[in-house]
């Protein structure tokens, strides 16, 4: 059973920067493929970055393209996601999870972590 801990979240301003961490209790994390996906109070949880097990491959939603930076480092068992130049509708509770492969569908997803808020203020 992997566990996945996120952290780094945090209230920021409007323009401002956070970077996300999210650790992984098993060595194992190299064999998974890794998500960022966030969920604003009343709306569905979407995927905002994803990452391939070697982290050659990367994906984006259109709403964070050019702001946010997933990226892993496998010996540390973390991924991050790096966002910049924040918005306000950009406040969530943001998660990450592990699984076979990217995919928009959090079905997909083996484990997930609990969560962390980020709240960007206008």
């Known amino acids: 059973q992997v566990q996945l801990v996120e952290s780094g979240g945090g209230l920021v301003q409007a323009g401002g920067s956070l970077r996300l961490s999210c650790a992984a209790s098993?060595?194992?994390?190299?064999?998974?493929?890794m998500g960022w996906f966030r969920q604003a109070p009343g709306k569905e949880r979407v995927l905002v970055a994803g990452?391939?097990?070697?982290?050659?491959?990367?994906y984006y939603a259109d709403s964070v393209k050019g702001r946010f930076t997933i990226s892993r480092d496998n010996a540390k068992n973390t991924v991050y996601l790096q966002m910049n130049s924040l918005k306000p509708e950009d406040t969530a509770i943001y998660y990450c999870?592990?699984?076979?492969?990217?995919?928009?569908?959090?079905?997909?997803?083996?484990?997930w972590g609990r969560g962390t808020q980020v709240t960007v203020s206008s």
């Open positions: 999870a592990g699984g076979p492969v990217v995919s928009a569908y959090p079905g997909t997803y083996d484990y």
């Open positions: 098993e060595r194992t994390f190299s064999r998974y493929a």
């Open positions: 990452i391939s097990r070697s982290g050659n491959t990367t």
